[in-house]
């Protein structure tokens, strides 16, 4: 059981839902991905899912008062149950990290995954994912074995619309513009580890066990 919650940094490809995955199982902790929230109100064509479909194809971000309510009420959720958690692609404007620290939220560490922008280009043009169980393949490192199908439940996998090379490029601007700050809003609160050199998947779910566990 995992003894401190996580906050997830990095590019949109760097791997932070693919690790915070594999840590869900080795860990009893509890992925929150905004991302995936969003696709799944999306798909299920919610009234948040309508109002956000435009906004997350086009690989901008969701307006932060929406974004943080969010959290805010999936937080509460896991308190109640003594559940630690990760979060996955939240925050992402130091408005939003902001917005974390007046809701108390004081037992986390922040992982930081940097990886080359030309790396996560490379990866993002290469992404297909199950929409039913939310695996994520890649032709180049990680492919389905039963590819163009998923290994676990046999759907056809699919791209994110997102991932088109439009949408890349802007989300990897607007990351620039509004996410990197946050890495050094957590740089001067001392709580930033930082993992560089991770294509060797074990090694950084290894390194985050030693300090969660
Ligand atoms: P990635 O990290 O690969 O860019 P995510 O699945 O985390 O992808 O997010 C997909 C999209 O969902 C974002 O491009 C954005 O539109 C929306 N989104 C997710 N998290 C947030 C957030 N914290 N604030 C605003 N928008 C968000």
Same mark, same amino acid.
């Given at each position: 059981?995992?003894?401190?919650?996580? %906050?997830? *940094?990095?590019?949109?490809?760097?791997?932070?839902?693919? &690790? $915070?995955?594999?840590?869900?199982?080795?860990?009893?902790?509890?992925?929150?991905?905004?991302?995936? %929230?969003?696709?799944?109100?999306?798909?299920?064509?919610?009234?948040?899912?309508?109002?956000?479909? /435009?906004?997350?194809?086009?690989? $901008?971000?969701?307006?932060?008062?929406?974004?943080?309510?969010?959290?805010?009420?999936? &937080?509460?959720?896991?308190?109640? @149950?003594?559940?630690?958690?990760?979060?996955?692609?939240?925050?992402?404007?130091?408005?939003?990290?902001?917005?974390?620290? =007046?809701?108390?939220?004081?037992?986390?560490?922040?992982?930081? *995954?940097?990886?080359?922008? =030309?790396?996560?280009?490379?990866?993002? $043009?290469?992404?297909?994912?199950?929409?039913?169980?939310?695996?994520?393949?890649?032709?180049?490192?990680?492919? $389905?074995?039963?590819?163009?199908?998923?290994?676990?439940?046999?759907? *056809?996998?699919?791209?994110?619309?997102?991932?088109?090379?439009? /949408?890349?490029?802007?989300?990897?601007?607007?990351?620039?513009?509004?996410?990197?700050?946050? &890495?050094?809003?957590?740089?001067?609160?001392?709580?930033?580890?930082? %993992?560089?050199?991770?294509? @060797?998947?074990?090694?950084?779910?290894?390194?985050?066990?030693?300090? %969660?566990?």
């Amino acid at each position: 059981m995992a003894r401190t919650n996580i %906050i997830f *940094l990095g590019m949109p490809g760097s791997g932070k839902g693919t &690790i $915070s995955s594999i840590l869900e199982t080795k860990a009893n902790i509890i992925q929150i991905s905004t991302g995936d %929230i969003f696709r799944e109100e999306i798909n299920n064509k919610t009234e948040l899912g309508l109002k956000v479909k /435009a906004i997350v194809e086009s690989g $901008s971000y969701v307006p932060d008062d929406i974004t943080n309510k969010i959290v805010e009420n999936k &937080i509460i959720q896991m308190q109640a @149950n003594n559940q630690k958690f990760i979060l996955d692609g939240f925050p992402r404007t130091v408005q939003q990290a902001m917005f974390l620290d =007046q809701l108390n939220f004081e037992d986390y560490i922040v992982v930081y *995954l940097d990886v080359e922008k =030309q790396v996560v280009i490379d990866r993002l $043009s290469q992404r297909y994912f199950c929409k039913v169980c939310k695996k994520s393949y890649n032709l180049a490192s990680f492919k $389905s074995k039963k590819h163009p199908y998923c290994e676990n439940d046999g759907e *056809l996998l699919i791209q994110r619309v997102d991932d088109q090379p439009e /949408a890349v490029k802007k989300r990897l601007d607007i990351y620039e513009k509004e996410t990197a700050p946050v &890495i050094d809003f957590y740089r001067r609160k001392n709580k930033l580890l930082t %993992i560089t050199q991770h294509d @060797n998947i074990n090694e950084t779910i290894d390194k985050i066990l030693d300090i %969660i566990l």
